[in-house]
C-alpha cells in the first residue's frame, strides 16, 4: 500500500468565489513553531486575515486541519479541528472533532484545506489523491448531516453541516460520522460560504517520520492509556456520562440555569443508569482503543447516547430527567448540525427569561414539552427559534437578563460551574475563545483536591500550564483524553505520596508547572515530526500558540474588561457559605506569568520571546 | 477488646461501580455495611474487594472527605473516581 508522511506539509487553499485552488508547502519555520492542527491552523489564518471582517462574509477564512498524528497509531490519533472567525463571539475559534474525514484528508496527501471566499450556489469539495475539486450540492442542500453521509457514504468520509449551518444559526456544528465540532458556530461559517460539506476518500498507510522512534513511543503511550483508571476503565465502561455523577455530586454541574448546587434525580441520567439499562455497544474515532461513544437503546431506538456535555445542558440545567428524551434531541441536535451546550444553555436562559415574564413562551424547566420542535424551530430560524438561534449573549441583549447570561465573551458555558472550582472560573475568563472546558481545563484537578476546589492558590500557574499544554495537545492533535495518562502514569506522580503533591501543587506551583510529565508527549511528536523536541520546546510551542491567538483577538478589540465570567457566577451564592471566585486576584498573578500589560494585551517582549511577528 | 461495631450507607459511582461484585449493592440506594469504629473510607472499599488509588474522590454526607476521614454511626459516604472531558 502506498505510504504517505504524517508529516506531509502540502495544504491545499481553496477559494469558493473564483473557484480557484492551489497547493501550498508549510514553511518549515511554521511547522517547528506551531507544530500542526490548532496551531498551524491559526498561523495561516494570521498571515492571511484582516482585522474586523464580518465572520459570516466572504472574507472568513475556514481552515480544516488534521495533525501530525491524525492517521497514524497515535493514541486518539484520528481528529481534526477546525478553525476561523466565529459568528457567535466575533473572535477566533477552533473546534475539534474525530470521526474519519481527517484521516483520509491526510491519506490523500494534504495535512490541510483553507478555504476562501463564497460560492453561488451550494457546493462541496471532494479531496482524493488525483487531487481536488468542487462539486455541486444542489441536491445535498437542506439535508440533515445523518441523511446526507448516509446516502453519499460511497463518496467517502464526510465532514458537513446540517440545516442549521444553511441558515447561519450562530453556534451551527459540523458533523463527521456522528461526532461533532460542536463549538463557536463554524457551521455557520461553513454555510456563509455555501459549503455543505468536504468528503475525502484515499487509501494509504501514513507513517511517521521516525518510525522506529515512534514505535518505541508509541509502545509506552498504549500501555499507559490502557493502565490508566480513567481510559483504561471509566471511559471504557462508562463514556464522558461518568461525569455525571462526579461532577453532579461536586456541586459542579449546572441544574437550573445555574441557580442550584444539586439535581435531586441526578441518578435518572447518570453513565451509571445509561450502563444498566440502555448500553447496546461502544463506539469511537479512528484508531482509537478508549471508543469513549456509546450507542443505546432509548424506547427501543438505537441511538448515540448522549456525552457529559449534553446531558448536563440539556438535562439538569433544564431540570430533566428522562434520558429517552435527552437522547432523542442529542439525535436532533446532530442531525441538525447544532451545538448541545449552547443550545441548553440557550434554551435554559430562555426557560428563566420565561418564568421571569421577560420573554413568554411554552419552555419551563422541567417540562419536556416541545422541546424538540423548539430545536427544529431553532435550525430553520422560525418564530421563537429565530431568537434562540442568535444564543444568550444576542438574546440577552434584545429581552434583557444580562445579569444571568451565562456566556464568556459570548461563547455559552461548558458543563462545570466555576463556583464549585474556582480555577476553571479564570480558565473560562481567559480561554481564547470563550467558555470552552477544552482550553485551562482544572475541573478534574481541583475536583480531586489537589488544588482547592475553593481559593486562589496554585491556580493562576495551573491554568496558563494546562492551557500551554493543551494547545499542544490540541495541534498534535490528540484527544484530551489521552492527556491524563499521559501526565500521570508515571513513577514521579505515581509514588509521590499525595501530601507532597499536594503541597506543590499549591505552594509550588511553579515548580509544579515546570516539572509536569510531557516525556511521552515529547517521544511520540518527536517520533512523528522527524526531529527532536524536548521538554521546554513543548511548554514554549503552546505558549506560542497560546499568545498568537490572544493576539489575533486583541487586534479584533478583546482586552481585560472581557476576561470575565457572568454576574450570577460572580455575585450569586451557589453552596452556602462557600467564598465566592476571586477572579480579580487570579487574573492579577495570571496576567504577569503571562507577559501581559493591564490591559491584557501580550507584552511586545512576550510577543518577540515568543517569536510572534507582529502584523 | 472488639471495636464498636458501626452502620454506613456506601454509594459507589464511576469505576467502582463496574468493579463491585456484590449482589447486595443497590444503585438507587447503595449498600449498608457494617464496620468497626473509626473505619475510613479506604477500609470501606477494602471490604468491598475495592482498588484504592489516588484520584478518588469522597464525600460524607456530602461534604468532602479523605481516604483516611473516620466514619461514625450513620454515616452515608460517596466514593468516586476523578475524570476528564466531555
Known amino acids: 500500500m502506498k505510504t504517505i508522511k504524517a508529516v506531509n506539509n502540502k495544504v491545499v487553499e481553496v477559494n469558493l468565489t473564483s473557484g480557484a485552488i492551489d497547493t501550498l508547502t508549510v514553511a518549515e519555520d511554521d511547522r517547528r513553531n506551531y507544530l500542526g492542527g490548532k496551531g498551524l491552523a491559526l498561523k495561516l489564518i494570521y498571515d492571511r486575515i484582516k482585522p474586523g471582517i464580518d465572520p459570516l462574509s466572504a472574507d472568513n477564512i475556514l481552515v480544516l486541519m488534521s495533525g501530525p498524528t491524525t492517521g497514524t497509531a497515535a493514541p486518539t490519533g484520528g481528529r481534526f479541528v477546525l478553525a476561523a472567525k466565529s459568528p457567535l463571539t466575533g473572535i477566533f475559534a477552533t473546534s475539534y472533532i474525530g470521526g474519519h474525514f481527517g484521516v483520509n484528508l491526510k491519506r490523500a496527501g494534504y495535512d490541510g484545506i483553507i478555504i476562501h471566499g463564497k460560492a453561488e450556489s451550494p457546493v462541496y469539495i471532494s479531496v482524493t489523491s488525483e487531487g481536488v475539486t468542487i462539486e455541486d450540492a444542489s441536491s445535498l442542500w437542506g439535508l440533515d448531516t445523518y441523511d446526507l453521509q448516509e446516502k453519499e457514504q460511497e463518496k467517502g468520509q464526510w465532514a458537513v453541516i446540517g440545516p442549521a449551518g444553511e441558515n447561519l444559526v450562530r453556534y451551527a456544528a459540523v458533523v463527521s460520522g456522528n461526532r461533532i465540532a460542536g463549538r463557536c458556530g463554524l457551521g455557520a461559517v461553513m454555510g456563509s460560504k455555501n459549503l455543505k460539506g468536504l468528503v475525502a476518500n484515499a487509501k494509504a498507510r501514513v507513517v511517521a517520520v521516525n518510525t522506529d522512534g515512534f514505535k518505541k513511543a508509541l509502545k509506552i503511550a498504549q500501555k499507559k492509556v490502557k493502565a490508566h483508571q480513567n481510559t483504561g476503565v471509566n471511559m471504557v465502561e462508562l463514556g464522558t456520562a461518568q461525569n455525571v455523577m462526579i461532577y453532579g455530586t461536586s456541586n459542579i454541574m449546572p441544574v437550573k440555569n445555574y441557580t442550584k448546587p444539586y439535581f435531586d434525580k441526578i441518578k435518572n441520567i447518570s453513565a451509571e443508569k445509561i450502563r444498566d439499562e440502555h448500553y447496546v455497544k461502544n463506539h469511537g474515532c479512528f484508531g482509537c482503543s478508549i471508543k469513549c461513544g456509546r450507542i443505546g437503546d432509548f424506547n427501543n431506538k438505537k441511538r448515540v447516547s448522549p456525552e457529559y456535555e449534553t446531558i448536563a445542558l440539556m438535562g439538569s440545567n433544564l431540570e430533566i430527567d428522562e434520558l429517552p428524551k435527552i437522547a432523542e434531541w442529542n439525535e436532533t441536535l446532530n442531525r441538525l448540525g447544532m451545538d448541545s451546550i449552547s443550545a441548553g444553555n440557550t434554551i435554559g436562559f430562555a426557560m428563566e427569561l420565561n418564568e421571569k415574564g421577560m420573554l413568554k413562551s411554552e419552555l419551563e424547566f422541567g417540562k419536556t414539552g416541545n422541546i424538540n420542535s423548539i430545536l427544529e424551530d431553532i435550525a430553520y430560524r422560525k418564530g ?53 472546558h477544552l482550553s485551562g481545563a482544572t475541573h478534574s484537578v481541583e475536583v480531586g483536591s489537589y488544588l482547592q476546589p475553593y481559593g486562589t492558590r496554585g491556580k493562576a500557574h495551573m491554568v496558563k500550564m494546562m492551557q500551554d499544554v493543551t494547545d499542544v495537545a490540541n495541534s498534535a492533535i490528540f484527544c484530551i483524553q489521552a492527556q491524563y495518562p499521559f501526565l500521570e502514569e508515571n513513577p514521579t506522580y505515581k509514588n509521590t505520596p499525595d501530601f507532597i503533591l499536594k503541597f506543590v501543587m499549591r505552594y509550588l506551583p511553579a515548580v509544579s508547572a515546570a516539572t509536569i510529565e510531557l516525556s511521552d508527549f515529547c517521544s511520540l511528536v518527536s517520533g512523528i515530526m522527524g526531529y527532536k523536541i524536548n521538554h521546554k520546546e513543548y511548554y514554549k510551542i503552546g505558549e506560542r500558540i497560546f499568545n498568537l491567538e490572544r493576539y489575533m483577538n486583541c487586534r479584533e478589540g478583546i482586552d481585560s474588561t472581557d476576561d470575565t465570567l457572568p454576574e450570577r457566577l460572580l455575585g450569586e451564592e451557589l453552596i452556602k457559605g462557600a467564598p465566592p471566585i476571586e477572579l480579580k486576584k487570579m487574573m492579577k498573578k495570571y496576567y504577569k506569568l503571562r507577559g501581559w500589560d493591564d490591559k491584557g494585551h501580550p507584552k511586545p517582549g512576550t510577543l518577540e520571546r515568543l517569536n510572534i511577528a507582529v502584523s | 477488646m472488639k471495636k464498636k461495631q458501626i452502620k454506613v450507607t456506601v454509594e459507589l459511582f464511576g469505576g467502582l461501580y463496574v468493579k463491585l461484585q456484590n449482589e447486595n449493592y443497590d444503585f438507587e440506594t447503595g449498600i449498608e455495611l457494617d464496620m468497626a469504629e473509626k473505619s475510613t473510607p479506604k477500609d470501606i472499599l477494602k471490604a468491598l474487594e475495592l482498588p484504592f488509588f489516588k484520584t478518588m474522590i469522597f464525600f460524607v454526607n456530602k461534604e468532602r472527605a479523605s481516604a483516611n476521614t473516620r466514619l461514625k454511626n450513620g454515616d452515608k459516604l460517596i466514593c468516586l473516581t476523578a475524570a476528564s472531558g466531555g
Open chain 1, 384 to 436: 421563537l427559534g429565530d431568537d434562540l438561534a442568535e444564543g444568550v449573549k444576542r438574546l440577552s441583549e434584545k429581552y434583557g437578563g444580562k445579569e444571568f447570561a451565562i456566556h464568556v465573551k459570548g461563547l455559552e458555558l461548558a458543563a462545570y460551574d466555576p463556583r464549585g472550582c474556582t480555577g476553571q472560573g479564570l480558565g473560562y475568563a481567559t480561554a481564547n475563545c470563550g467558555a470552552t
